[in-house]
C-alpha cells in the first residue's frame, strides 16, 4: 500500500522521496531532516507524479527499481511537462553497472547515488545538484533576457529591391551591429563583408530567395573593419512588390551565453576540470583514436582532506581542492585527460605503452600526498588511488572506470592509502561487502543486536560499581559475528547512527531495570563520532532517562580520545552542555591517540580509562608503568577517577593498585556478559573475590 507523509519545517528545501522500501525512507527522510531539509515521502511513481501536480518541490530523489513504475518510467514523465521538468533528479540505485549508470543520464537525471545510501555523502549531493540547478537557472534567466533584448531591441528588419539591387536597412541598424558607418547600399557590397567561409552560402539563400521564392534562415559572420560579429539572417523568401524583406538579429552575445552554458553544464565549477559525463567521452575518442596502445585509468579520493578541512570553513576546503586540482595538472603527463567525478573524487586517463602502469600511478600519489600549506596551517593529505588497465580490465572506459573506482573503494573500507591495481578478487571481496552491508540493514530493522556487560570494580573494596555496555550482533545463519568485523561497516555506512540509538536508548533502560532490582550501578555507554555532532543529543539522553527513570549521574557516556582530538573545541562544548545536565563523563582508550594535555585537562570529564595495551604487559615493561603511573597521577590532581581496562590477571591487578589506579575491568573479574547473565553475576558476586577464593 502506498502511504505518503510530510515532514513539515519552518525552513530548508523541499524533497520529494520516491522509494518502495520503506526503511530507507524513514533513514533518509530522518536524516535529511535533521539538515533542515523538508521531506515528502511516496513508495511509488504514480502516486509522485500527482503529488508534483499539486505541489512543487525543490529536487527529487527516486529509486531506480520500484512495482508500479520503475524509476526510468517516473523520470520520463516528469521530464515531460514543463512545469516539472526542470528540477533535479538523483537516482537512488543498488546498481552500480555502467549502464544503470548511462541510462539514467540519457533519461535526464541530475546525478545518482547507489545504495547503501550514505547520508553525509547524500546531503552533499543534494546541496551540490541545487546549486547546479539554481546555476543553470540563473543561466537560462540570461539567455531568455537576452533572447528577449534582442527581439525588442536588437531587432532589425531589411530590404532588398531586385530591379536595381538596392539594399535597404531599418533605422538604427548601423548602432544595433555596432557599425561606425553607414549600412551597406547593395547585395555585393553587403556580401563582401560577409566572412568569406560564409560568403558564398548567403549569396545562394538570397538568389535562391529572389528567383524562386524560397525561405531561408542562416547565421554568417559579419565583419567590419577589425570587428566580427554573429549575425542571424532571414527572410520568408516571398517578393513583395518587385522585392525581397527580412530580418536580421545580432547573436553574438546570445551564442556566447550558450557556449557558456554548455562549457558550465559539462565543467566543475570550482576547479574547471571536466564532470564524468564530458570525462568519459574524452576518454572514450582517445582510447578509439590510439589503436594498439593501452590506456591507464586512475580514480583518486581525496575524501581524508575534504573530511579535514571541513572544520577550518568553506574557503579552507575549496583551497584545498583547487590546489589539489592543480598538483593533479602539474604532475600528470601533458596527454593525461584529468576529470572531477564528484566532490572527494579526481580521475586520469592517459595512453601508454607502460607494462608496468602502476609505476606511473605510483609517481603520481607520491607528489599529490605531500602535505598542503594552506596559510600558516600545513594539512595532511591522505591519497587513496584505484588503477585499472584497457589491457587487463576492460575494452571500454566505463568499465575501467568502474573497476578503478571499486578498487577505491576497497582500499578506503579497507582504510589503507596509497595505490590499488584492480584484480579478479576485488569485484569477490566487494560482494562479501554488500552482502555484509545488506544484512547490517536488516539487523538494524530486525533488532538482531543486543548488549552485553563488562563489570567494573574498585579495587580497594571489590564492589562491582560499574559496567560497561557493549555492542553484539546475533546474525540468523552466522551466529555471533565478532564486532571488529561489523562496527567498522557500521561506522562507514552511516549506520553507526541507527545502532548507536539504539545502544543509548537499550543500555539505559537495561540500567534502569537493574536500579529497581537493587543494583545501583553506573552504566558506560560508548559514544560513536555520529553521535559526537548531534545538537540534540543531550536532549535525547534527558528523555530517555526521564522515560526510564534512570538518574543522569548513573550514565556514563565514553569517548575515545581520538574522537575527542578530531575537532576539541566542538567536543568541549557538547560536553560541557552534557555535564551541565549532570551525565558522567569518560575518556576511553585514553594514551593510544595524540592528545594534547592542555585539551584534556580542560574536558569536563570524570574518568579517564587506561587502554588495555598499557595493562598487557605492565607486569614486563618499564614503560607500560611509567605511562600507566603518570596518567594515574594527572587523574590526581585533576580529580578524576582512572579505570584500567583489560586486567587478565592477578599480578596485573596489583600492578595497577600499587600505581593508583581505582577502578578494574577485564576477565579476571568476568567476561562480559548478557543481561540475564550479568544480573545472576551481580546477585551471586556482590564483591569481587580473588580468582583461588572463588574456585
Known amino acids: 500500500m502506498n502511504q505518503t507523509r510530510l515532514d513539515v519545517q519552518a525552513q530548508g528545501p523541499s524533497v520529494l522521496l520516491i522509494d518502495d522500501d520503506a526503511m530507507i525512507r524513514t533513514l533518509v527522510s530522518r536524516g535529511l531532516g ?36 520503475d524509476g526510468f518510467e517516473t523520470l520520463e514523465a516528469i521530464r515531460s511537462k514543463a512545469r516539472r521538468g526542470e528540477i533535479p533528479v538523483i537516482m537512488l540505485t543498488a546498481d552500480d553497472e555502467p549502464s544503470a549508470i548511462e541510462k539514467a543520464f540519457e533519461r535526464g537525471a541530475t546525478d545518482f547515488i547507489t545504495k547503501p545510501i550514505n547520508l553525509r555523502l547524500l546531503e552533499q549531493r543534494i546541496r551540490y545538484a541545487m546549486a547546479g540547478h539554481a546555476r543553470e537557472n540563473r543561466l537560462r534567466e540570461l539567455q531568455a533576457e537576452r533572447a528577449s533584448a534582442c527581439q525588442i531591441a536588437r531587432l532589425g528588419f531589411w530590404r532588398l529591391t531586385e530591379s536595381d539591387n538596392f539594399l535597404e536597412w531599418s533605422e538604427g541598424a548601423s548602432t544595433l551591429l555596432g557599425r561606425p558607418t553607414v549600412m551597406p547600399g547593395s547585395l555585393a557590397e553587403f556580401l563582401s563583408e560577409i566572412h568569406p567561409d560564409d560568403r558564398l552560402r548567403l549569396d545562394v539563400a538570397f538568389n535562391s530567395a529572389l528567383s524562386s521564392g524560397q525561405p531561408f534562415d542562416l547565421e554568417s559572420r559579419l565583419r567590419y573593419a577589425d ?64 589503436t594498439g596502445q ?61 607494462q608496468q602502469p602502476e609505476a606511473l ?10 602535505p598542503l600549506e594552506i596559510g600558516t596551517r600545513e594539512i595532511p593529505v591522505r591519497v587513496v588511488m584505484g588503477v585499472a588497465h584497457s589491457l587487463d580490465h576492460g575494452t571500454e572506459v566505463s568499465e575501467l572506470i568502474r ?20 584484480t579478479s578478487d576485488s569485484g569477490q571481496d566487494y560482494g562479501t561487502r554488500l552482502t555484509l552491508e545488506a544484512d547490517l540493514r536488516i539487523a538494524c530493522a530486525q533488532e538482531q543486536f543486543f548488549l552485553v556487560f563488562q563489570p567494573q570494580v574498585d579495587i580497594h573494596s571489590g564492589q562491582v560499581i560499574g559496567a560497561e555496555a557493549l555492542l553484539r550482533w546475533r546474525h540468523p545463519e552466522r551466529g555471533v559475528v565478532s564486532p571488529g568485523e561489523f562496527i567498522p561497516v ?19 533502560a537495561d540500567a534502569a531495570r537493574l536500579r ?69 563523563l569518560s575518556i576511553d582508550d585514553f594514551g593510544t591517540g595524540h592528545s594534547a594535555l592542555s585539551y584534556i585537562t580542560d574536558f569536563p570529564v570524570d574518568t579517564i580509562k587506561i587502554d588495555r595495551s598499557f595493562v598487557i604487559n605492565i607486569t614486563e615493561g618499564r614503560k607500560q608503568r611509567a605511562i600507566v603511573t603518570a596518567i594515574s597521577a594527572l587523574s590526581a590532581q585533576l580529580g578524576l577517577t582512572t579505570i584500567a581496562e583489560g586486567i587478565e590477571n592477578e599480578r596485573q591487578r596489583d600492578y595497577v593498585d600499587a600505581l593508583g589506579v581505582h577502578e578494574i575491568q577485564g576477565f579476571l573479574i568476568s567476561r562480559p556478559l548478557p543481561f540475564d547473565e550479568f544480573r545472576l553475576f551481580l546477585s551471586t558476586h556482590g564483591k569481587y573475590r580473588r580468582i583461588q577464593e572463588s574456585t
Open 361 to 370: 600511478a605510483q609517481s603520481l600519489h607520491d607528489n599529490l600526498a605531500l
Open 490 to 508: 557500521l561506522e562507514e555506512t552511516g549506520l553507526i547512527e541507527q545502532a548507536g540509538a539504539w545502544v543509548l536508548a537499550q543500555g539505559i
Open 227 to 290: 570587428e566580427e560579429r554573429l549575425v542571424r539572417f532571414s527572410s520568408p523568401g516571398h517578393s513583395d512588390n518587385d522585392a525581397l524583406v527580412g530580418s536580421f538579429q545580432d547573436v553574438t552575445s546570445l551564442r556566447k551565453l550558450e557556449a557558456q552554458v554548455l562549457y558550465l553544464s559539462e565543467h566543475d565549477e570550482l576547479t574547471g576540470l571536466p564532470r564524468q559525463r564530458l570525462f568519459s567521452k574524452s576518454a572514450e575518442e582517445r582510447l578509439a583514436s590510439r
Open 294 to 354: 593501452g590506456m591507464l585509468l586512475v580514480v583518486i579520493s581525496i575524501h581524508h582532506v575534504l573530511k579535514f578541512t571541513e572544520y577550518l570553513g568553506s574557503r579552507i576546503t575549496q583551497e584545498a581542492t583547487l590546489k589539489i586540482a592543480q598538483r593533479l595538472r602539474s604532475f600528470s603527463p601533458d596527454a593525461a585527460i584529468i576529470g572531477r567525478l564528484e566532490e572527494n573524487l579526481f580521475a586520469l586517463a592517459l595512453n601508454t605503452h607502460d
Open 516 to 584: 529497581k532490582e537493587g543494583f545501583d550501578l553506573r552504566m558506560g555507554i560508548n559514544l560513536s563520532a555520529v553521535q559526537l555532532r548531534l545538537e540534540n543529543l543531550p536532549e535525547t539522553l534527558t528523555e530517555l532517562c526521564k522515560e526510564h527513570e534512570l538518574p543522569h549521574r548513573r550514565l556514563e557516556l565514553e569517548i575515545t580520545e581520538g574522537m575527542a582530538m578530531h575537532d576539541p573545541i566542538e567536543t568541549r562544548v557538547l560536553l560541557e552542555k552534557l555535564k551541565s545536565r549532570d551525565f558522567s
Open 403 to 422: 573497476s578503478a573506482r571499486l578498487a577505491c573503494r576497497l582500499a578506503l573500507e579497507q582504510r589503507l592509502d596509497g595505490v590499488h591495481l584492480y
Open 34 to 69: 535533521r539538515g533542515g531539509v523538508r521531506v515528502t515521502e511516496t513508495s511509488g511513481g504514480a502516486e509522485a507524479l500527482a503529488l508534483m501536480d499539486q505541489s512543487s518541490f525543490d529536487l527529487v530523489l527516486l529509486d531506480v527499481h520500484m512495482p508500479d513504475m
